[in-house]
């Protein structure tokens, strides 16, 4: 059973955790300072001086509270101020067990980084009022479509074995260059790793496949065409890798094949990759559950022609 952290959410927050490693610091204060030298220190004293700094106990950390290894302290992050999104996401279905969300391109799926507020864990939790919503699996940033979140957690994990045990049939769209040597539908089977050569990207490799990703041809314009994507394994960037290698990078991919600078989202040219439907038996009431996205992917002669109305 998960132990609820000693501080509540704040606006959709939860608290931050960090756990104290071997150290030389004489207070937990000048640990925080260090470990966090983004955060000034006047932010620590103030945060310690509102009582916002705990450990799991839920026991204040003053500002001369001596450091004492493997001690699990808790606090609020108080990031810069975020834009409000301005594309919502869709609350596409709800009941006691599960949340399923339809989320718009860029719009992170949990807190990371500089996105904490305007990420849909976070939102759902503010609309919704539901301090326990935990995503099921993930979906890239960049990538628009549904998630799927559990509410109790006592049921929490017999969620999250149907997409352990693959019992999920998950379906995505992407709009990539036409392959006339392709066939209409074929299955790419490789091995995925990380990439040596950068954090943020995955390799096909040689050795035993560990991904497998079923593709078909769904409509074709010109050079380009939409293909249903079908996983039956879940390796981060699976889809977009598979593609690339064949020689169909995704349409506004900046990881695959060529990586582009961070911080360079271009939101007149989103990834073109789509979470079109989610379908499983729910492990808690056995019903058969089957969701589909109404969001649609722009071709890009569509896109160019929407900005210009």
């Known amino acids: ?4 952290a000693p501080l509540p959410t704040r606006d959709g927050v939860g608290a931050s955790c960090v756990v104290l490693p071997d150290g030389p610091w004489p207070t937990i204060a000048a640990f925080l300072v260090e470990r966090f030298a983004r955060v000034a220190p006047q932010a620590w004293t103030e945060r310690i001086a509102a009582g916002r700094v705990v450990d799991a106990a839920g026991e204040p ?8 290894r493997a001690l699990k302290v ?46 849909l864990l976070v939102r759902l939790k503010r609309s919704l009022g539901i301090d326990t919503l935990a995503p099921v ?25 149907l997409f352990a045990e693959r019992d999920v049939d998950k379906r995505y769209e992407c709009i990539a260059p036409w392959r006339a040597d392709a066939p209409a539908s074929f299955v790419r089977r490789s091995r995925l790793v990380d990439d040596p ?15 497998e990703t079923i ?12 293909y249903e994507l079908a996983p039956r394994t879940g390796k981060r960037h699976q889809l977009r890798v598979h593609c690339a290698a064949l020689g169909m990078p995704i349409l506004g991919d900046r990881i695959y094949p060529a990586l582009h600078p961070a911080d360079t989202d271009d939101t007149a040219d989103p990834l073109r990759l789509l ?33 210009h109305q």
């Open 1 to 4: 059973m998960t132990t609820p």
């Open 197 to 211: 050569a950068h954090f943020m990207r995955m390799a096909e490799v040689e050795g035993e496949p560990n991904a």
């Open 74 to 119: 808790y606090y609020y992050r108080d990031p810069p101020a975020e834009a409000e999104w301005p594309q919502p996401e869709t609350l596409v279905y709800r009941d006691a067990h599960i949340v399923v969300a339809d989320k718009p391109h860029f719009m992170p799926v949990t807190p990371s980084g500089r996105h904490l507020h305007q990420t």
């Open 215 to 226: 593709v078909r041809v769904i409509e074709r314009r010109d050079a380009l065409a939409r």
């Open 137 to 161: 699996h993930r979906i890239d940033r960049e990538t628009a479509g549904l998630v799927l979140f559990t509410i109790d957690p006592a049921t929490r994990g017999r969620y999250q074995r």
């Open 275 to 307: 979470a079109t439907s989610l379908a499983f038996t729910d492990p808690v009431t056995g019903a058969a559950r089957r969701f589909e996205s109404a969001r649609r992917l722009e071709w890009p002669d569509d896109a160019s022609a929407s900005r």
């Open 61 to 68: 950390v003053t500002a001369d509270r001596p450091y004492q």
